[in-house]
Nanobody, 115 residues
């Protein structure tokens, strides 16, 4: 398993941007599909974006498609989520996850978008 630590959350106005980063420990990072999920208050955790081991393939939830971009750097064991055109409904705790059915989760980072 890998250990994951997220950073980059914060408070931003609607229409603004944030970049989340996730640092992973372990030498097997490049073997994992990596993803971002989020959980808003009172709601279940939901999928946001996923990236293949090589970084060549990406998948997005319909709600973020065209606004968010996931990327990874296997040399640095990091995965990032660039979030543009943020909306109030993007407010949530964002989690980095390893695996399609995640076997490891980060502790989460809060993103708050004010309208």
């Amino acid at each position: 398993q890998v250990q994951l630590i997220e950073s980059g959350g914060g408070l931003v106005q609607a229409g603004g941007s944030l970049r989340l980063s996730c640092a992973a420990s372990g030498r097997t990072f490049s073997s994992y599909v990596m993803g971002w999920h989020r959980q808003a208050p009172g709601k279940q955790r939901e999928f946001v974006a996923r990236i293949s081991q090589s970084g060549l393939s990406t998948w997005y939830a319909e709600s973020v498609k065209g606004r968010f971009t996931i990327s990874r750097d296997n040399a640095k064991n990091t995965v990032s989520l660039q979030m543009n055109s943020l909306r109030a409904e993007d407010t949530a705790i964002y989690y980095c996850a390893a695996g399609v059915s995640p076997s490891s989760w980060g502790q989460g980072t809060q993103v708050t978008v004010s309208s």
